[in-house]
């Protein structure tokens, strides 16, 4: 292998790859990082065996020039020193030893064989089981991802389920304490139920440039592909039956109110300073009262109480009534709700809530359980 | 207590003096900031006992307004809660209860008795011991603070040595293994030594607006008072004698080489990437051969080595010698030196070797003790 690069092409190239790979891997190959070159492209691939990403650049003759093709497999410090190095950089493999040199500096690298690098399934590019826009995906992720559970007591239950049903596509994801469900449609006619880990999808909404297309291949029981323009995402799936939830949304309430979305957020993070636990994870508990206005509290035996006065938009049904819920969770439930307006819609002191956004042509919402106060 | 304050002046007010406090502090009365109203000021203190700042804003009438005089000591929250308000804030003490209010957000805070609050000592205002521009200060603090030791087994090693003799002061800190030096002139006259956390002088940088005068008051031997503006700084010295430094710094060099700072300094960051045992938190180790230009190289069994050349200014003595030392120690030493230039002053590979600027007018050094290689 012998090749000249640009330093910025091969340091964003790396970039893309090195996130899941762990030079203390057990797995001796994956502390390294793929690079195949051929005439054509530039191959680069990262992996910890349950994620992998693989990248590659073109050969266009002026940011990347191959003189021989090859394979190899580098150290991680690769990325780092392509990071700081300013200028032109010629790799050349020779044995097992990688020179990189770039003006007055010089990287002897030890590298690991490339044969002993696990191999990539083979996909059919032209074929997804589903293809959409990534800032429609990436939207899909910030309004469910954030309710899965981060536990390992229900291991499927760290995972995001994706729905693909003929034309309509939804997400969804609960730590049985709080549940976000967003949908939308698709064209893919294809019908799928899988659960991807809600930390893999945060990594590919971190690493993929989302203005670009999405497109997603199912092509075994055990792993997902996303791929989106140079960048492809391969995914371990969670294994088990994911919990129906369908059963747990209700449809009749006894009350709904409108707020302003912001000024309740607000509201949520001024009393949360004083919610009881709040170093509990879960930010404290809060206490919102409906009498003419939302009012929502909090106490500590500690510090004293605090309270905030919410006007609403507009209200059907029971006019005067408590709940209490998790600061954190009525806090991200706003935050992922992208509307000015949400819909608060109650059941009952000890039954579950929604929020929902008013305007949106975004069909999601956010189910919370109260919490249970004397 | 009666007071209305605008909530951007609580808030950075709050923000001068809550750095030190807290809430799980074992003595309980430090665990609140204590707040005093006059008709002329609102004062602030937050100490942890070791450290305490005090602050004060004038009654000006328009962003403070004073009803009527009292004090109080504030849980920590209200820090918190004043910076998430957005309106005028009235503050009311009735007994031991504080009501916040500010439109329709109202908390009712449980406070602390002030007269438990330890008082600070009298302070003669007018007639620090010494002082100087709070960029001086600042600078002195950047060139020797970071070179303090980091571990408690010979605690004086934690501080930095203030030496002001007359119209000389300088600032020192060692961690046994490089040293730091900073020296500036004073009109002060008086003579003092002593040894003064690094940790504090670095909570006081990142605190005090350095663009004003600082006055420094030296009346016990175990505290140190700082003031700038209408902020104060109470600090503890440590007490024991602070080694003799002046014997390790040498006099006589067998070579002096002139280097350019910033490209030492990028050699050494991309070199650094294959030094040996980069994660014992001193960077590796890093070997300079100087034979017509300064080569650096590192090397790791795993990884392979690699090699920056730099082209020296000048050179006199000695022109051929190998040394190694850890690349954390000479980074942060290239750093805290502002000049373009720096002179690399050579003993001998077992002996120390120092770094001085070329062209400042501040007289400074830094001292780094070579590592043995095999």
Redesign the interface.
């Given at each position: 292998m012998h090749l000249k690069i640009d330093s910025k092409t091969l340091a964003e190239a790396l970039k893309k790859v090195e996130k899941v790979v762990n030079a203390k891997h057990s797995t001796t190959i994956l502390q390294g990082i793929y690079m195949e070159a051929t005439h054509e492209e530039l191959i680069l691939i990262g992996s910890d065996s349950t994620e992998t990403f693989r990248f590659h650049v073109p050969v266009d003759g002026e940011s990347l020039e191959v003189i021989e093709p090859g394979k190899t497999v580098l150290?991680k410090?690769v990325s780092?020193?392509s990071k700081?190095?300013k200028k032109d950089i010629e790799m050349r493999l020779t044995g097992f030893?990688?020179l990189l040199k770039s003006g007055?500096?010089?990287?002897?690298?030890?590298t690991f064989d490339p044969e002993e690098y696990p191999k990539l399934p083979k996909l059919d590019l032209e074929n997804p089981t589903l293809s959409l826009k990534g800032t429609e995906f990436s939207k899909l992720i910030k309004k469910t991802a954030f309710a899965a559970s981060d536990s390992e007591i229900r291991p499927i239950l760290t995972g995001v389920c994706l729905n693909l049903d003929g034309n309509n596509l939804n997400l969804i994801s609960t730590d049985s304490h709080r549940l976000g469900l967003a949908k939308t449609s698709s064209t893919s006619g294809n019908t799928i139920k899988l659960v991807i880990p809600a930390k893999s999808l945060d990594k590919l909404s971190k690493t993929f440039d989302l203005q670009e297309d999405l497109h997603i291949y199912c092509e075994s029981d055990n792993q997902l592909i996303f791929r989106s323009g140079a960048l492809m995402f391969y995914c371990r799936l969670l294994e088990g039956n994911y919990p129906d939830t369908s059963r747990l949304i209700p449809n009749e309430f006894k009350s709904e109110m409108k707020v302003n979305r912001i000024e309740f957020l607000?509201?949520m993070?001024?009393v949360k300073?004083?919610a009881n636990n709040a170093d509990n994870g879960k930010g404290g508990v809060v206490k919102l009262h409906v009498n003419g206005a939302a009012t929502i509290s909090s106490h500590t035996a500690?510090?004293?109480?605090?309270?905030?006065?919410?006007d609403y938009e507009s209200l059907e049904g029971e006019d005067e009534y408590t709940i209490s819920f998790s600061a954190r969770y009525m806090m991200d439930a706003l935050k992922a709700i992208e509307d000015d307006f949400v819909n608060f819609k109650f059941q009952g002191a000890m039954r579950p809530f929604l929020l929902t956004p008013c305007e949106s042509n975004f069909e999601e919402l956010q189910l919370i359980l109260p919490v249970r106060t004397i």
């Open positions: 150290p410090q780092e020193i700081k190095m030893k990688l007055k500096t010089e990287f002897d690298l030890n607000n509201a993070d001024l300073e004083l500690q510090a004293g109480k605090g309270t905030v006065v919410v």
